[in-house]
């Protein structure tokens, strides 16, 4: 069995009262692939992204992860299969110290303290940050909450890494670092973002979103080149 | 207006710290059986919006003064009256302990003024009961203005019952209440409005506020024997004038067998300029060797 | 406003002094929680008219600017900054109390003076007594000495969250503040018709932070408890450091330090 797959069949999510944000979604992702999804403004990125960790569930159609459905009962598999890092750094670094954030996922699956700690140290260096554990994550850099919000969802050693804007807001510098990073994963990467640059260094495949639907699905260079598509899908 | 721990005698803080761990206990059981872990992150956010939005300043129409958001009655009725009262509270004590504002004795007085008025009395049985089932406009804001101003009231009330209590100021309680009163009526209102303005903006956004009900029948036990207390000090206040500090003494005389030597002391003219002399020169000298040894520990700091 | 901004910015400052390595700093914080409540204790429990009994006193805070590296200056500032509340009450003292108590060479000094030099004094002892508790221990060790002496899970952790949250939501609002001065040329209070709409948003904005904090912390396996940082264990200097000031605290508020001095200085009879 592979927690590493992520598919999605007819997938459908609308809010309470609200026309649908997403519609009748439809892919497949395999093992080890580094897949963009980019979209304009309020194509549904983020909304998509919240279904593969079950902070929203499907109104129709279903997505698994690995062989498993995801719905209420699974979410606790599934949350330790897929580790999200959120588009706002301080959405995601809320414990007094870089330590302890990094240390909350993997406290809360349970661990000794021993294990915790070499996990933190572990995705503490992975990331860049092996020298901030103990400062309080307000008193970081955009590039260093960056680094540490990875390191967060690394610590709890997932199999797919979902990434929302990660390169929103970086110097160029961080943003290089950051690629590296990424680059370097072994993780299944499903990754949101408008940063195009990046999309073509890191991603082999690419989705585009437009208003709810997947309009291409593909190899980066050639949806990347097709000025036509990146147009009408309001990219360029 | 916060309580000081320069204005609060041992007595009144304790019965106000106990009266208000009381509290903070019960709703932190309260806000744990509600078993909704989103309330975590959402209080907590909370509290600090309350700081966030005491930067903005409201001006009071007409006289050219402006005001800023106590937060009690938005929380509540954000929240429910349990966490709104340990959000209140934790607000308070940031106040108390990076501000320096009242102060760590006297947090239990400021909580019990600030937080419970607002968020067990005023909100269910004042604001609850005049916006409804049926949340209008008009009901919001009549809903929010008197219970601003009732809540307030009380929390003067408070201010001027504790610290005429205590007695460390010789301000009458009367016309220390008549000067309260009315400038707590301006802040009534400042808070009902602006808790008003909010609601109202927050409403038409079309996000749905209170999910939360506080119990009515609580909230009038709770007045109950709110009076019932009140009731039975103030009896006991007046048939010894000097109950309270009655009290203390017998408490802090365990500690000093003092020779009655403060300030306080009327001798003979001669007598008192000795004494005061030797009080202020030892003062002097006092001083003098702290800040020595002040100094001396920081030479040897490293 | 310019008070709260001001403040604003000088909860970095605390946090960086939080931050020093002093033998202080590093005392378990349950300890300086402990004195520094029995500080303020000693102090309240003082008689009205006390003034030079209390000076003693001072030598706590005294001797944490200099063992914990606060710089006075910090310090002074944020005591002048505090709500002067309880020195307004007090300033009626001397209006209404005119008996002469004490008279020092032919000046009378009535008794509303020494009483509100008392409270003066109470003020200056109690804030700065808070204030320096948190510039040595820093608020999160603070919070996690609380949970450690019993104080609610509930109340720790939203202290914790507000704390975190205090920073981001101050300079958001900050912005916010600055957009909207920056297109008015009016006073800077809000009138009622703007003011709704502007912390309304600023609410919506946090309700929205709100969800996605939630969403981030489920997503790691959130199940209602924050298992924190471990605290180092009492040992024989907190222990001394207790009972040492508890000890002077006693005597001090047993005995008319000054005045015994005086007297010795003076020779008295």
């Known amino acids: 069995m592979s927690h590493h797959l992520v598919e999605a069949r007819s997938l459908c999510f609308s809010f309470p009262d609200q026309a649908e944000v997403l519609k009748e979604l439809s892919f497949r992702i395999t093992h080890g692939e580094a897949v963009a999804v980019v979209g304009a403004n309020g194509a549904g990125k983020s909304t998509l992204l919240l279904q593969l960790t079950g902070c929203l569930l499907p109104t129709s159609g279903e997505i698994r992860v690995g062989d498993l459905p995801v719905t209420r009962k699974t979410l606790e598999v599934v949350r330790r299969a897929v580790g999200m890092v959120f588009q706002e750094a301080d959405d995601q670094l809320f414990m007094p110290t870089v330590f302890d954030d990094v240390a909350f996922g993997p406290r809360n699956l349970g661990l000794a303290e021993g294990e915790v700690a070499a996990r933190v140290t572990d995705a503490l260096a992975t990331v860049g940050a092996a020298h901030l554990p103990q400062r309080p994550p307000y008193r970081l850099s955009g590039g260093e909450k960056r680094a540490v919000s990875i390191a967060t969802v690394l610590a709890m050693h997932p199999d797919i890494l979902v990434l929302d804007e990660p390169s929103a807001n970086l110097d160029p510098r961080s943003r290089r670092q950051l690629i590296e990073l990424l680059q370097a994963f072994e993780h299944t990467r499903i990754i949101a973002t408008h940063d195009l640059d990046l999309v073509r260094q890191v991603c082999t495949r690419t989705l585009v979103l437009y208003q709810g639907r997947i309009v291409a699905d593909g190899e980066t260079d050639g949806i990347l080149s097709n000025e036509e598509l990146l147009l009408s899908a309001g990219l360029l | 207006m916060h309580m000081s721990d320069a204005l609060v005698s041992p007595a009144v803080g304790a019965v106000m710290w106990l009266s208000s761990a009381g509290l903070i206990a019960w709703s932190a059981r309260r806000v744990k059986q509600d078993l909704d872990e989103r309330k975590v992150p959402l209080m907590g956010v909370m509290g600090a919006f309350v700081f966030a939005a005491q930067m903005i300043n409201i001006a009071i129409p007409g006289t050219g003064s402006s005001g800023h958001l106590g937060g009690g009655l938005l929380l509540a009725v954000l929240l429910g009256p349990h966490a709104a009262f340990i959000t209140l509270f934790s607000v308070l004590a940031v106040q108390a302990l990076l501000f320096g504002d009242g102060g760590l004795l006297a947090l239990g007085a400021n909580a019990f003024n600030l937080g419970f008025f607002p968020c067990f009395l005023c909100y269910p049985l004042l604001y609850r009961t005049v916006v409804g089932s049926r949340t209008t406009r008009a009901r919001i804001f009549t809903g929010a203005l008197l219970a601003g101003v009732v809540g307030l009231q009380l929390g003067s009330l408070g201010v001027v019952a504790e610290t005429s209590l205590s007695g460390l100021t010789d301000l009458p309680p009367l016309p220390f209440l008549l000067v309260m009163q009315p400038i707590h009526l301006a802040i009534g209102i400042v808070e009902g409005l602006a808790t008003a303005a909010v609601l109202l903006f927050v409403t038409s956004a079309g996000i749905a506020v209170h999910e939360a009900t506080g119990s009515r029948r609580t909230a009038l036990v709770l007045l109950f024997a709110g009076l019932l207390l009140a009731g039975a000090v103030s009896l006991f206040a007046s048939t010894r004038p000097d109950g309270l500090e009655w009290s203390i003494e017998s408490v802090s005389s365990l500690a000093s067998s003092v020779p009655p030597v403060s300030e306080g002391v009327s001798a003979e003219p001669a007598g008192a300029l000795v004494q005061s002399a030797t009080a202020i020169a030892g003062t002097l000298v006092t001083l003098l060797v702290a800040g020595l040894i002040a100094f001396a520990l920081r030479r040897k700091a490293p | ?269």
């Open chain 3, 1 to 269: 406003m310019g008070a709260l901004n001001q403040r604003g910015i000088d909860l970095g400052r605390t946090d960086r002094l939080a931050g020093q390595e002093t033998p202080l700093h590093h005392l378990d914080p349950r300890a300086k929680l402990l004195v520094t409540v029995l500080f303020a204790a000693t102090v309240v429990s003082f008689d009205k008219y006390a003034l030079t009994a209390m000076v003693p006193l001072a030598l706590f805070p005294m001797v944490v600017i200099a063992t914990g590296r606060v710089p006075v200056g910090y310090l002074l500032r944020k005591v002048l900054l505090v709500s002067p509340f309880a020195v307004l009450l007090g300033l009626a003292n001397p209006f209404l109390d005119r008996g002469v108590a004490v008279t020092f060479l032919d000046v009378p000094i009535s008794g509303g003076w020494i009483s509100f030099g008392s409270i003066l004094l109470r003020f200056v002892l109690t804030v700065s007594a808070a204030l320096l508790l948190v510039a040595v221990t820093g608020f999160q060790r603070l919070c996690a000495g609380m949970a450690r002496l019993g104080v609610p899970e509930a109340v720790v952790v939203q202290l914790l969250f507000l704390y975190r949250y205090l920073f981001v939501l101050l300079a958001e609002t900050q912005r916010l503040v600055r957009a909207r001065s920056l297109r008015s040329a009016g006073p800077a209070a809000q009138s009622l018709a703007s003011y709704g709409p502007m912390v309304g948003h600023l609410l919506l904005r946090t309700l929205a932070r709100a969800q996605r904090i939630y969403q981030a912390m489920s997503c790691r396996g959130f199940d209602g408890h924050l298992r924190g940082e471990i605290l180092p264990a009492w040992s024989g200097k907190e222990t001394f450091f207790l009972l040492g000031w508890a000890a002077y605290f006693g005597l001090v508020r047993g005995y008319n330090l000054p005045y015994l001095l005086g007297q010795l200085l003076i020779g008295g009879w």
